[in-house]
């Protein structure tokens, strides 16, 4: 189910690489397209071999919480910039609850971890694009 939901993600992001226009958004959801072909393959080669559990790291991430706070616009073409990066962290919002309930439902150990590590990508994934709308949707003012 989760090599699956990487590959819907993937398949998401290149849907909506399609319908902006920006250039910086397009580069944007190129990679978070590339992050989840990455997550699937990870995946993979764990089922399979039960390997690969080290090479995620588990890392900080500042959760801003904006899509836990505001309403995902709907996925339109020629959507704006921020438009785009809101969708995004609500799907990356939705990928970390996804893993963090699996890995609630796992009793300690080498599984649990490997779940834990997965929410966590996904949570910095949401931190990334979370700041970007938050950049592009509350520009800098001249006056500071």
Same mark, same amino acid.
Do not use: C, W
């Given at each position: 189910?989760?090599?699956?939901?990487?590959?819907?993600?993937?398949?998401?992001?290149?849907k &909506? /690489?399609?319908?902006?226009?920006? %250039?910086?958004?397009?580069?944007?959801?190129?990679? &978070?397209?590339?992050?989840?072909?990455? /997550?699937?393959?990870?995946?993979?080669?764990?089922?399979?071999?039960?390997?690969?559990a080290?090479? @995620?790291?588990?890392?900080?991430?500042?959760?801003?919480?904006?899509? +836990?706070?505001?309403?995902? %616009?709907?996925v339109?073409?020629?959507? +704006?910039?921020?438009?785009?990066?809101?969708?995004?962290? /609500?799907?990356?919002?939705?990928?970390?609850?996804?893993?963090?309930?699996?890995?609630?439902?796992? %009793?300690?150990?080498?599984?649990?971890n490997?779940? @834990?590590?997965?929410?966590?990508?996904?949570?910095?994934?949401?931190?990334?694009? +979370?700041?970007?709308?938050?950049?592009?949707?509350?520009?800098?003012?001249?006056?500071?």
């Amino acid at each position: 189910m989760a090599i699956q939901k990487e590959i819907e993600a993937h398949d998401f992001y290149m849907k &909506l /690489h399609g319908l902006v226009a920006s %250039p910086d958004v397009k580069q944007t959801l190129q990679f &978070l397209a590339n992050e989840e072909i990455k /997550h699937r393959d990870f995946l993979i080669k764990y089922r399979d071999s039960g390997s690969g559990a080290g090479t @995620l790291k588990p890392s900080t991430s500042v959760d801003y919480k904006i899509a +836990e706070y505001l309403q995902e %616009p709907d996925v339109s073409g020629n959507m +704006e910039s921020k438009d785009a990066y809101l969708i995004a962290a /609500h799907r990356e919002l939705g990928s970390y609850n996804f893993y963090k309930s699996l890995a609630d439902a796992h %009793p300690a150990g080498e599984i649990k971890n490997m779940l @834990l590590k997965m929410a966590s990508e996904e949570m910095k994934h949401k931190e990334q694009v +979370e700041y970007l709308y938050a950049n592009t949707a509350f520009g800098q003012t001249a006056g500071g």
